[in-house]
């Protein structure tokens, strides 16, 4: 689950209150700028089938790759040109396919092109700690 707060929520869908102790949401794409902490849409959210572990991308231009079980962000790719608008892993969790598309969050302003980056991940990126 994702959403335009800036937060990723893990819910469960078994109701027995033992498992929706479990359940829990996380800040993300955020950024502090001169003192103010502006908070990013999440656009996109991706499993890794191997690992267990996921990756999101924001409106911010960041991929995050997270440790759902442990709640932890395993590491963060270099910002892209504009918003992060779809993911997907490879079967084998090998290849992550991002594509880099403006949302129109400031309305009809002048940026970057739409784009789709091919980039291959490692187990040291998405593999929990």
């Not at 829990?24 to 267990?52: M, T, W």
């Not at 999101?56 to 270099?78: A, P």
Request: one cysteine or more; hydrophobic letters at 35%; a negative charge.
């Amino acid at each position: 689950m994702y959403h335009v707060g800036g937060r990723v929520a893990v819910e469960y869908l078994d109701p027995s209150p033992e498992i929706q102790k479990k359940k829990y949401a996380f800040k993300c794409h955020r950024i502090k700028e001169d003192g103010i902490e502006k908070i990013y849409p999440v656009n996109a959210i991706a499993f890794h089938s191997l690992h267990n572990t996921f990756a999101t991308g924001g409106s911010d231009g960041f991929v995050n790759i997270w440790d759902g079980f442990h709640k932890k962000r395993l590491c963060q790719f270099h910002r892209y040109p504009t918003s992060i608008a779809s993911l997907a892993f490879s079967h084998d969790g090998s290849v992550l396919a991002i594509a880099s598309s403006y949302m129109y969050e400031e309305l009809d302003v002048e940026h970057p092109e739409d784009a789709i980056y091919i980039r291959n991940v490692t187990d040291q990126e998405t593999k929990p700690k």
